[in-house]
Every structure is written in structure tokens, then in C-alpha cells.
């Protein structure tokens, strides 16, 4: 019973916190060691093109609000 696992992948809050730590630039070492080595490319993929979209969705309704949407 030991208490550090081989299959310890990262959990989803995990996940969505690497990155935005990724996209802002701001990665620690240990976790950008633990997303390559214990992580899966495609969630990561996934997570990116899902939080890129959110983004520029939510600069485009900034936009609007601020130009008073003409």
C-alpha cells in the first residue's frame, strides 16, 4: 500500500489549472514534469482549444458591452 502510485494522473482541476497556468505562462517545473509524464495529450489538447475558445467568447462580448453592441 503505498501511498504514491505509477497511475497517478493529473484530476480534471488539476487539468484545467495547467492550463491556465500554461496560457498565462506562469507553469511550475513540477507540474509541467507530471503533465508530460503522467498526463494524456489529448485532454490536454482538448482542454486548451476549450479554454482558447472561452477567451476570445468572452473578449468578443467585452467588446460588444463596451461598444454598446451596435
Request: hydrophobic share 45%.
Amino acid at each position: 500500500m503505498s501511498p504514491k502510485s505509477d497511475n497517478n494522473k493529473p484530476s480534471i482541476g488539476q487539468t484545467i489549472l495547467s492550463t491556465l497556468a500554461a496560457a498565462v505562462g506562469v507553469q511550475s517545473n513540477k507540474n509541467r514534469e507530471r503533465d508530460f509524464t503522467q498526463g494524456n495529450l489529448y485532454v490536454y489538447v482538448a482542454a486548451g482549444i476549450i479554454f482558447t475558445g472561452l477567451f476570445v467568447g468572452g473578449l468578443i462580448l467585452l467588446v460588444k458591452v463596451l461598444l454598446g453592441d451596435q
